[in-house]
């Protein structure tokens, strides 16, 4: 599978966003304010908790790896979006967070 960098993954998520966003408009009259995308991220990172479990063992559900890939990247995906909404450069804002911790640590 191609590996894709950062910015392809904001242009890629973004376009998606802006079909999700037609899709809002067309069923709810209005698009989703930022606060419902991070309740939507949240929900996401919830199943990869519970996914996460059952893939462990410690919840019965089965074929579940399929399905935690899939929320993995989907929560990967919100993060990306959100940024965006809020003006944070996710770029900026994971090398900040690596560095800052990296150094926490003493690398």
């Known amino acids: 599978m191609k590996k894709i960098n950062l910015e392809e993954l904001k242009q890629r998520s973004l376009a998606i966003r802006k079909q999700y966003r037609e899709l809002e408009l067309t069923h709810h009259g209005s698009e989703w304010t930022v606060e419902e995308d991070a309740l939507a991220f949240l929900t ?27 929320k993995i990247g989907e929560s990967i995906w919100w993060l990306t979006v959100l940024s965006e909404r809020m003006n944070i450069d996710i770029e900026d804002a994971v090398e900040h967070f690596l560095s800052k911790t990296e150094k926490l640590f003493g690398n």
Do not use: C, F, I, Y
């Open 44 to 70: 996401d990172a919830g199943l990869v908790g519970r996914l996460t479990m059952s893939q462990q063992g410690r919840w019965p559900k089965a074929n579940t790896d399929e399905e935690l890939k899939h």
